[in-house]
């Protein structure tokens, strides 16, 4: 199993503003994903996070908009740049094996709130 | 799109009883999992059953699986308070650049009355 932490918890932003989500695991991990939640809603896939590449965007999400960051096995950043009130979500990530075989882990997500 | 739908969208039970979800999905699958979420926190894998099973146990869990009408059920019996939380159906799908990711579906409330 793997134990995965984010920071941070949430925050609240001012429009226009970016901010940077932090996802730690605490093993080495094949995949790791990032997922947007509006509150009482499933989850939405927003981007697989590429050990040393670009990440993967699924229909609707930009880099420009998200960009994501994998340097290592263990680590990956989403940033939300240039927020505005219709990004405020719960951002969670996840890793694991391959996503469709195996568990995936998340973490307990970073609740965002932007003015 | 969401891959999958569940139902009902909300299940209030007594303690004791037990609760079945229901998930529906559109296209073919390999793999279906179920996971929970409690209330603002990440999820939490319950269960993976493979498109070849039918039914598998995990504890006070049951999930089954048919293929031909392409929808699972998640049964959880003796149900505790600590069951409240939301339940998902995620299933395989293939991204935009081929790697394979989890479509989940749209989530059951359920809430364990004491």
């Known amino acids: 199993s793997a134990v995965i932490s984010q920071k941070p918890s949430r925050d609240i932003c001012q429009r226009g503003t970016s901010l940077t989500i932090q996802c730690q695991v605490d093993?080495?991990?094949?995949?790791m994903f990032w997922y947007r939640q509006q509150p009482g809603q499933s989850l939405t896939l927003i981007a697989t996070?590429?050990?040393?590449?670009?990440?993967?965007?699924e229909s609707g999400f930009v880099i420009d908009k998200f960009p994501i960051s994998r340097p290592n096995l263990t680590f990956s950043t989403l940033t939300v740049s240039n927020m505005s009130p219709e990004d405020s979500s719960i951002y969670l990530c996840?890793?694991?094996?391959?996503?469709?075989?195996?568990?995936?882990?998340f973490g307990p997500g970073t609740r965002l709130l932007v003015l | 799109s969401q891959q999958g739908e569940e139902d009902p969208q909300a299940l209030s039970i007594q303690e004791g009883e037990n609760a079945t979800m229901n998930c529906s999905y559109k296209t073919s699958i390999n793999n279906l999992q179920w996971y929970r979420q409690n209330s603002g926190r990440g999820l939490v894998h319950l269960i993976l059953i493979r498109s070849n099973e039918r039914e598998k146990h995990s504890g006070r869990l049951r999930v089954t699986l048919d293929t031909s009408k392409k929808s699972s059920s998640l049964l959880i019996t003796a149900s505790r308070a600590a069951d409240t939380a939301s339940y998902f159906c995620?299933?395989?799908?293939?991204?935009?650049?081929?790697?394979?990711?989890?479509?989940f579906g749209t989530g059951t409330r359920l809430t364990i009355i004491p």
């Open positions: 995620a299933t395989d799908a293939i991204s935009n650049f081929g790697n394979e990711k989890l479509t």
């Open positions: 996840s890793g694991g094996g391959l996503a469709g075989k195996e568990t995936q882990y």
């Open positions: 093993s080495q991990v094949t995949m």
């Open positions: 996070a590429n050990q040393g590449s670009e990440a993967t965007y």
